[in-house]
């Protein structure tokens, strides 16, 4: 073990830290964390972009931009409106006001929009017509689908309709959060212009499929065309069904987003699950932060919503042809596999394949890892299920953060408690979006026997364990899956993801210890190996990368590499900071936001970001420190964002075979830094630029794993 002193680290140099504000970074140095997730979103785009991607993975990047930045609107931007509201002045780390980064969000986004405008508008929807997919206008419409559209109409759409009329003696109507509206402006012979709103049905496909036979178009494979039409286009087609005796002068559709971030006053509240799902049945009527429209609209009708719905004109995003572009999701169930990529089938790790009679057997033979979604995800549900079943199995606890639906991990652990096991789950209910599924799955838990607790108060329980107590021949033995991922098998096969079989005595003890203080009342503050947020964390990482500068200091190996979602933690950068002056390398592989700038000279020279975007959503976080030779490697849930280090209970754990590390050093990350087909490199001014080969030979590292398996 190599010996140095723990860095009391030296101060903080002028450079690095701010100097109105001490102890705070130099904002100059700190990327805007909305812009530089913006940047991100930008990233996303650039593969709908891109056609060398298969047309409906386009498209699906393209849905996947829209979704993300409703998503934006909801969270950070309706937490910058409070902050406007409330007349905060405090500067965001990088020195803005809440009113300057709103402007600059909405700076960024009106091109970003415009060419997600462009590229359905000018480029896929003509990819998609030669391809046999036609996304049709009212107006395109022959006879034979106008009629077997009007039959639709009358048979599914029109009961579920509700006109609503906006005068006097009718008040404005509500508008729920992300619900496609269409405005209707009437002419009336003795009342003159009115206005009324009849909301797109949500319970409707929203791209409606017309019959194949009413299709008309190039079928030269032998594939008959498919047709579809925008919903709200039928409904606006015949609108007057819903206004007989009115002449329907104009119709526009109009989308609001609302604020959807919710406050939870948890020490007030006496039961978690009830007043959650208050909150979940609330968040519906959060303020409006934004309302997107069609750009051919009035100035009027423009203005009755705006005044009405409370807005500024800033708040308006005018849009050139379909809103809410996340619909276009749908398109992937078409059976087209000539315009996907190519399906794989996930492997299940060597160690288990001849061992799936019995698992425990496996892991007691070593440490398995799983590297999803290359590796299946399927050996960590049949663990639970083996323990189920297992008649020497005691005990079985878990964390739960986002399990999707019908999981079969929760169907196992009720399958457990029906065998008499002991079983505890950790439901988190504040899983953002998720809430109401979880709700559903505690209350599924709880009649079931299960012991099961909904986090502790103030902190978000996002740590992905595992730990099952077994009774054997030699006594009581502990087997623990540790993950950086969610217990949800579909999203093992779309997320990049690390999961770890062991039954180490030391992380079995620690990760027992940590169910207690999660179940019970502990102030346990440090494990054996495990790294634990909110205590100890913090604290550990600070003085592991200060161990990297003091063995830079000393001549001896020194480099991190990080790979994690985000890094906006402001103690953590400066410390990156630091350890570039002194002479570390630092390597970071991250995929959204990123505040440090990299390649400032003198500051950040040593410091390479970047960013992969692909196929896979690249989910898992790693953490390398050379330490002069005598490696470490952590895998686990945390990212370094402060609502992860201080916020929430996270884990990170030891990967201690060496044959292990070494795979995950030089066979994972180093693919990462060496890819020059997906990856994206950070620049000092918070810009990515793509790599290219350059006359080397192509390499993409999602690829590579997949060929690999």
């Given at each position: 073990m190599i010996e140095y002193e723990p860095a009391m680290a030296a101060p903080l140099t002028p450079a690095i830290e701010s100097a109105e504000q001490p102890g705070r970074i130099n904002p100059a140095l700190y990327i805007n964390r909305e812009l530089s997730w913006i940047e991100f979103n930008r990233r996303v785009l650039e593969e709908a972009l891109d056609a060398h991607n298969p047309l409906l993975e386009r498209v699906k990047f393209t849905a996947i931009f829209s979704s993300n930045l409703d998503e934006f609107f909801m969270i950070r931007v309706s937490g910058i409106r409070e902050q406007i509201d409330a007349g905060v002045s405090e500067l965001s780390p990088n020195g803005k006001t809440p009113q300057e980064q709103l402007e600059a969000i909405r700076a960024a986004l009106l091109p970003l929009l415009a060419e997600r405008q462009r590229l359905v508008n000018e480029e896929l929807l003509p990819a998609l017509r030669a391809a046999g997919i036609f996304l049709l206008r009212y107006d395109e419409l022959n006879v034979a689908q106008r009629e077997a559209l009007h039959g639709y109409y009358t048979r599914e759409v029109f009961p579920v309709l509700t006109p609503l009329a906006i005068d006097p003696s009718h008040p404005f109507p509500f508008i729920s959060n992300l619900s496609l509206n269409l405005a209707v402006v009437i002419d009336d012979p003795h009342n003159g212009q009115l206005y009324a709103r009849v909301k797109v049905p949500e319970v409707l496909?929203?791209?409606?499929?017309?019959?194949?036979?009413?299709?008309?178009?190039?079928?030269?494979?032998?594939?008959?065309?498919?047709?579809?039409?925008?919903?709200?286009?039928?409904?606006?087609?015949?609108?007057?069904?819903?206004?007989?005796?009115?002449?329907?002068?104009?119709?526009?559709?109009?989308?609001?987003?609302?604020?959807?971030?919710?406050?939870?006053?948890?020490?007030?509240?006496?039961?978690?699950?009830?007043?959650?799902?208050?909150?979940?049945?609330?968040?519906?009527?959060?303020?409006?932060?934004?309302?997107?429209?069609?750009?051919?609209?009035?100035?009027?009708?423009?203005?009755?919503?705006?005044?009405?719905?409370?807005?500024?004109?800033?708040?308006?995003?005018?849009?050139?042809?379909?809103?809410?572009?996340?619909?276009?999701?749908?398109?992937?169930?078409?059976?087209?596999?000539?315009?996907?990529?190519?399906?794989?089938?996930?492997?299940?790790?060597?160690?288990?394949?001849?061992?799936?009679?019995?698992?425990?057997?496996?892991?007691?033979?070593?440490?398995?890892?799983?590297?999803?979604?290359?590796?299946?995800?399927?050996?960590?549900?049949?663990?639970?299920?083996?323990?189920?079943?297992?008649?020497?199995?005691?005990?079985?606890?878990?964390?739960?953060?986002?399990?999707?639906?019908?999981?079969?991990?929760?169907?196992?652990?009720?399958?457990?408690?029906?065998?008499?096991?002991?079983?505890?789950?950790?439901?988190?209910?504040?899983?953002?979006?998720?809430?109401?599924?979880?709700?559903?799955?505690?209350?599924?838990?709880?009649?079931?026997?299960?012991?099961?607790?909904?986090?502790?108060?103030?902190?978000?329980?996002?740590?992905?364990?595992?730990?099952?107590?077994?009774?054997?021949?030699?006594?009581?033995?502990?087997?623990?899956?540790?993950?950086?991922?969610?217990?949800?098998?579909?999203?093992?096969?779309?997320?990049?993801?690390?999961?770890?079989?062991?039954?180490?005595?030391?992380?079995?003890?620690?990760?027992?210890?940590?169910?207690?203080?999660?179940?019970?009342?502990?102030?346990?503050?440090?494990?054996?190996?495990?790294?634990?947020?909110?205590r100890g964390m913090r604290e550990a990482l600070m003085e592991k990368i200060e161990r990297e500068i003091s063995c830079a200091r000393r001549g001896l190996d020194a480099h991190l590499i990080f790979k994690c979602n985000a890094l906006t933690d402001?103690?953590?950068?400066?410390?990156?900071?630091?350890?570039?002056?002194?002479?570390?390398?630092?390597?970071?592989?991250?995929?959204?936001?990123?505040?440090?700038r990299p390649g400032l000279p003198g500051l950040s020279d040593m410091v390479q970001v970047r960013s992969i975007v692909g196929r896979f959503l690249e989910h898992h976080r790693a953490y390398y420190f050379r330490n002069g030779g005598e490696e470490e490697l952590y895998l686990g849930s945390a990212d370094l964002m402060i609502r992860n280090i201080s916020r929430r209970v996270e884990t990170l754990f030891p990967i201690q075979d060496p044959i292990m590390l070494r795979y995950l050093r030089d066979g994972v990350l180093q693919a990462y830094l060496d890819d020059n087909v997906q990856a994206r490199e950070l620049l000092p001014d918070g810009s990515y630029r793509r790599l290219a080969p350059n006359g080397a030979a192509p390499f993409n590292a999602q690829l590579a794993f997949f060929e690999s398996r």
């Amino acid at each position: 073990m190599i010996e140095y002193e723990p860095a009391m680290a030296a101060p903080l140099t002028p450079a690095i830290e701010s100097a109105e504000q001490p102890g705070r970074i130099n904002p100059a140095l700190y990327i805007n964390r909305e812009l530089s997730w913006i940047e991100f979103n930008r990233r996303v785009l650039e593969e709908a972009l891109d056609a060398h991607n298969p047309l409906l993975e386009r498209v699906k990047f393209t849905a996947i931009f829209s979704s993300n930045l409703d998503e934006f609107f909801m969270i950070r931007v309706s937490g910058i409106r409070e902050q406007i509201d409330a007349g905060v002045s405090e500067l965001s780390p990088n020195g803005k006001t809440p009113q300057e980064q709103l402007e600059a969000i909405r700076a960024a986004l009106l091109p970003l929009l415009a060419e997600r405008q462009r590229l359905v508008n000018e480029e896929l929807l003509p990819a998609l017509r030669a391809a046999g997919i036609f996304l049709l206008r009212y107006d395109e419409l022959n006879v034979a689908q106008r009629e077997a559209l009007h039959g639709y109409y009358t048979r599914e759409v029109f009961p579920v309709l509700t006109p609503l009329a906006i005068d006097p003696s009718h008040p404005f109507p509500f508008i729920s959060n992300l619900s496609l509206n269409l405005a209707v402006v009437i002419d009336d012979p003795h009342n003159g212009q009115l206005y009324a709103r009849v909301k797109v049905p949500e319970v409707l496909p929203r791209l409606v499929h017309l019959p194949p036979e009413t299709c008309e178009g190039p079928s030269d494979d032998g594939r008959r065309p498919a047709c579809f039409v925008w919903l709200e286009e039928v409904i606006a087609a015949n609108l007057a069904s819903l206004f007989p005796g009115k002449h329907v002068r104009e119709t526009y559709a109009f989308r609001v987003t609302r604020d959807a971030d919710m406050e939870i006053q948890e020490d007030e509240a006496g039961d978690l699950l009830q007043t959650m799902e208050e909150n979940v049945r609330q968040r519906r009527f959060g303020r409006v932060v934004r309302l997107t429209i069609d750009q051919r609209s009035s100035e009027e009708a423009r203005r009755l919503l705006i005044e009405n719905l409370g807005l500024r004109d800033t708040d308006v995003y005018a849009m050139d042809g379909p809103l809410g572009l996340s619909g276009l999701m749908s398109l992937i169930s078409l059976d087209r596999p000539d315009l996907k990529d190519p399906p794989f089938v996930p492997l299940v790790p060597v160690a288990l394949r001849h061992h799936e009679d019995d698992m425990f057997a496996a892991i007691r033979r070593g440490d398995i890892l799983l590297h999803h979604p290359y590796d299946s995800f399927a050996p960590v549900t049949d663990l639970v299920k083996a323990a189920a079943a297992d008649p020497q199995v005691l005990a079985i606890k878990q964390t739960l953060y986002r399990t999707g639906r019908n999981s079969p991990i929760v169907a196992a652990l009720m399958a457990a408690r029906e065998e008499g096991k002991q079983v505890a789950t950790l439901v988190e209910l504040k899983a953002r979006f998720d809430e109401e599924n979880n709700i559903g799955w505690a209350k599924q838990l709880e009649s079931a026997g299960v012991h099961v607790v909904y986090g502790l108060i103030g902190l978000k329980v996002h740590a992905k364990l595992l730990l099952i107590v077994r009774k054997e021949a030699d006594g009581i033995r502990r087997y623990v899956h540790m993950g950086t991922g969610n217990y949800n098998a579909s999203t093992a096969r779309l997320y990049t993801d690390f999961g770890l079989f062991t039954c180490d005595p030391d992380l079995g003890e620690d990760v027992t210890e940590l169910f207690n203080a999660l179940t019970g009342y502990s102030d346990q503050k440090r494990y054996r190996k495990l790294l634990v947020a909110p205590r100890g964390m913090r604290e550990a990482l600070m003085e592991k990368i200060e161990r990297e500068i003091s063995c830079a200091r000393r001549g001896l190996d020194a480099h991190l590499i990080f790979k994690c979602n985000a890094l906006t933690d402001e103690g953590l950068t400066m410390a990156l900071y630091r350890a570039s002056q002194a002479g570390v390398k630092v390597d970071l592989i991250i995929r959204g936001i990123c505040s440090l700038r990299p390649g400032l000279p003198g500051l950040s020279d040593m410091v390479q970001v970047r960013s992969i975007v692909g196929r896979f959503l690249e989910h898992h976080r790693a953490y390398y420190f050379r330490n002069g030779g005598e490696e470490e490697l952590y895998l686990g849930s945390a990212d370094l964002m402060i609502r992860n280090i201080s916020r929430r209970v996270e884990t990170l754990f030891p990967i201690q075979d060496p044959i292990m590390l070494r795979y995950l050093r030089d066979g994972v990350l180093q693919a990462y830094l060496d890819d020059n087909v997906q990856a994206r490199e950070l620049l000092p001014d918070g810009s990515y630029r793509r790599l290219a080969p350059n006359g080397a030979a192509p390499f993409n590292a999602q690829l590579a794993f997949f060929e690999s398996r």
